[in-house]
């Protein structure tokens, strides 16, 4: 479809590992997010990316978290040395720009860090 | 700190009847808010809009209401379908600085057939 299309849809490793999540945002659309939901808590921001500017990284929860896009589309979060607490359902959403505009979520990441 | 409050963790309504969600924030810079619907293993879908330049949106079913001088917005679905059963989450973006999204805890409504 045309929507924000993230991989894996689930992944699991163990504590120490390195990860990277995937999204792929809906063309056209120059405004790239990641937040993440924990178990029992709301959506938090992490990232976010507007065009060719510099990303804004202030939801980032240490400098074990970092994210790229490539291109302006596609979108690589990557945590070094996983910890549990960093289990979550990682989501990336975009919209047609930064600003009043609506964010379009794809169906998320679960990472679950054993 | 919340910033973005939804204090009604549920709500259960009959079918044909009017749903009222309600979402209170503290941040006044916020100047655009949004709902969003989230099904189990999905991500948030959204909903609708409105600026604070406005006190109402509607679009079909769905309308959201803001006022601003109690820094509270509702949303009212009418009517309630059982398909409408989802967890409804509140955001607030602010009108300079960070543009992403802050988001309340959310209310799972359950629309009983």
């Known amino acids: 479809g045309a929507g924000v299309s993230q991989s894996p849809s689930n992944k699991v490793t163990e504590k120490g590992k390195d990860v990277e999540l995937r999204c792929d945002p809906i063309s056209g659309h120059t405004a790239l997010y990641w937040y993440r939901q924990s178990l029992g808590q709301g959506l938090e921001f992490l990232i976010y990316?507007?065009?060719?500017?510099?990303?804004?990284k202030s939801g980032l929860p240490s400098d074990r978290f970092s994210a790229e896009r490539t291109g302006g589309s596609v979108s690589t979060l990557t945590i070094q040395r996983t910890q549990q607490e960093d289990s979550a359902v990682y989501l990336c959403a975009s919209s047609i720009s930064v600003g009043n505009q609506p964010q379009h979520f794809g169906d998320g990441t679960r990472l679950s860090i054993l | 700190d919340q910033q973005v409050k939804q204090n009604s963790p549920s709500l259960s309504v009959q079918e044909g009847r009017i749903s009222i969600l309600n979402c209170d924030y503290t941040n006044s810079m916020f100047d655009y808010f949004l709902w969003y619907k989230k099904y189990p293993a999905e991500g948030p879908t959204f909903l609708i809009s409105i600026s604070s330049i406005k006190d109402k949106n509607e679009d079909g079913r769905f309308t959201v209401f803001l006022n601003k001088s109690a820094k509270h917005l509702s949303l009212h679905i009418v009517p309630s379908q059982p398909g409408d059963s989802a967890v409804y989450f509140c955001a607030a973006m602010m009108d300079t600085g960070r543009r992403a999204l802050t988001f309340g805890s959310g209310t799972r409504l359950q629309v009983q057939p």
């Open positions: 990316f507007q065009g060719n500017s510099a990303p804004d």
